[in-house]
C-alpha cells in the first residue's frame, strides 16, 4: 500500500510544452509539499498546502501552479516549460503543517525537458 | 542560504565499517531531522532529535545533537551494502515553518 504516490514516475517533453504531476497520500495527513530537486541532490521546498490552503509558496515562477483539490491530492501543473525545468518534483506529505513535522516522500517524478 | 549542511559530499567504506557524516545548521531549531536517500527514490525518514536530547538511537544509528555548536551527527554501525545512499539533515527555518534540507552526504558501502 503506497503512502505517498506520485504520477507519472517519468516525463519527457519539449520545450514550451505545458505538463501535469499528480500526487496522492492515503496517510490521512493534512498537509502537503512539492518539492523540486536538482542534479546536485539539493532538495528545495516550491509549495506547501494545508488542508487544501496554500501555506508556503516559495519563489518559484508563476508558471508553476499547484491545485489541491482535496487534503489527499496535490498536483502540479506546469506552462511553458524550459530547460531548466529539468530535476526531480517529489511530493511529500505531514501529519500537520510546520516544518517541524516528519515528512513522508512520493518517488519523485523525473522531468526531463528537451 | 541553506540552513543544513552535511560533512563530507560524498564517504567510501567498506562493509562492516562505521560511518559518521555530520550536519551543521545557522539558526536555532526545534528539532533536526536525517532522511535517507536511495537511488532513484525519495525520501525516508530515519531520525528526530529535539534540541533538548543530546544522543538518540535507532537500530544501528546514532544521533548527537550539539546546540552549542549547531551541529549534529549520524553515525551508522556495522555498514551494510544496502546503506549505500545520500543522506540529509533537515531543520525547520526560524519561524518554524519550512523544512530546509541540507545538500546530503552520499555514502557508498562497498562489499
Known amino acids: 500500500d503506497t503512502a505517498v504516490s506520485q504520477t507519472p514516475k517519468y516525463l519527457v517533453t519539449q520545450m514550451g510544452n505545458d505538463k501535469s504531476i499528480k500526487c496522492e497520500q492515503n496517510?490521512?495527513?493534512?498537509?502537503m509539499y512539492w518539492y523540486k530537486q536538482d542534479s546536485k541532490k539539493f532538495l528545495k521546498i516550491m509549495f506547501s498546502y494545508n488542508n487544501k490552503e496554500l501555506i508556503i509558496n516559495e519563489t518559484v515562477p508563476n508558471r508553476f501552479s499547484p491545485k489541491s483539490p482535496d487534503k489527499a491530492h496535490l498536483n502540479l501543473h506546469i506552462n511553458s516549460l524550459e530547460l531548466g525545468d529539468s530535476a526531480v518534483y517529489f511530493c511529500a506529505s505531514s501529519p500537520l503543517a510546520g516544518g517541524r513535522e516528519t515528512q513522508y516522500f512520493g518517488p519523485g517524478t523525473r522531468l526531463l525537458v528537451l | 542560504s541553506q540552513q543544513g549542511e552535511e560533512d563530507p559530499q560524498a564517504l567510501s567504506i567498506q562493509e562492516g565499517e562505521n560511518a559518521t557524516m555530520n550536519c551543521s545548521y545557522k539558526t536555532s531549531i526545534n528539532n533536526l531531522q536525517w532522511y535517507r536517500q536511495n537511488s532513484g527514490r525519495g525520501l525516508v525518514h530515519l531520525i528526530l532529535?529535539?534540541?533538548?536530547?543530546r544522543e538518540k538511537h535507532s537500530g544501528r544509528l546514532r544521533v548527537t545533537l550539539d546546540t552549542s555548536k549547531k551541529s549534529s551527527s549520524l553515525l551508522i554501525t556495522a555498514s551494510r551494502a544496502a546503506d549505500t545512499a545520500s543522506y540529509f539533515c533537515a531543520t525547520a527555518d526560524t519561524g518554524g515553518f519550512k523544512t530546509i534540507f541540507g545538500a546530503g552526504t552520499r555514502l557508498f558501502v562497498k562489499a
Open positions: 496517510l490521512g495527513h493534512d498537509t
Open positions: 532529535i529535539r534540541s533538548n536530547e
